[in-house]
């Protein structure tokens, strides 16, 4: 497959291209300034995209199959804090970037579109959304280190989601867990819908690299088409 990768210096982003390599595809690994990056292994392609250019976009998607976004304000890999800054700065970017990919689709109607989101629009319990609490809101962010600022960011994502819903695009939505951070790949994870994925402690966690083999999973056997699903382990 020819798969394209929004964010591809980013955690999840870094690992969704590995994968993809590994597996034999093709990939284009997208960022804001691609002239920059060395890259020695075979079958990637660099190039520079503004993700809230319809344009940008639209130019990058000929000859996909699949554009995978984790895209993030700023650069998560390099400058977190900048990442939560800008985020809550304007937690309508997230929004706006699934509007303008979803502009850019309307010319490659055949290309399928997976968005890495937030796990802040899963139901805790029927009918219950953390990301519409904000006592459950400031509880995760409080236990994974975020300001509680960024509770607008989380809310942000599921805007993003909801943009999505309304639309007839090939589009496929990511919740990772709550936890999501660097680990091991273990391709032993389970997958939900829209509730989280909980392990025998109760947590919702899952490794970057496992989230990367959710996602080419997907990327190569199509499950969730205009609908979201989750993982954890």
Do not use: C
């Not at 804001?32 to 190039?47: H, L, M, P, Q």
């Not at 850019?104 to 219950?128: K, N, Q, W």
Request: charge should be negative; aromatic fraction near 4%; glycine fraction near 8%.
């Amino acid at each position: 497959m020819r798969i394209g990768v929004v964010g591809a210096t980013g955690g999840i982003g870094s690992r969704v291209v590995t994968e993809a390599l590994d597996r034999g595809h093709h990939v284009t690994a997208f960022s804001r300034d691609a002239s920059k990056i060395e890259e020695s292994r075979e079958n990637v392609t660099w190039k520079s995209v503004d993700v809230l250019d319809p344009d940008s976009v639209a130019a990058a998607l000929p000859g996909l199959d699949v554009l995978i976004s984790g895209f993030q304000p700023g650069n998560a890999a390099k400058d977190i804090a900048d990442t939560v800054a800008r985020s809550i700065a304007d937690p309508t970017v997230y929004a706006t970037a699934a509007r303008t990919l979803l502009k850019a689709l309307e010319s490659h109607s055949r290309t399928r579109l997976i968005v890495i989101g937030g796990a802040g629009s899963l139901e805790v319990e029927p009918g219950l959304v953390r990301a519409d609490s904000d006592d459950l809101l400031h509880e995760t962010l409080d236990a994974i280190g975020l300001p509680r600022e960024y509770a607008a960011a989380v809310r942000g994502h599921r805007d993003a989601l909801d943009v999505l819903r309304t639309s007839n695009r090939l589009w496929t939505y990511l919740s990772p867990a709550e936890d999501i951070a660097p680990g091991e790949r273990t391709a032993r994870f389970r997958i939900g819908t829209d509730q989280p994925v909980l392990d025998g402690d109760g947590r919702s966690r899952i490794s970057m690299e496992d989230a990367a083999v959710a996602l080419v999973d997907e990327a190569e056997l199509p499950r969730f088409v205009q609908r979201r699903f989750t993982i954890g382990y």
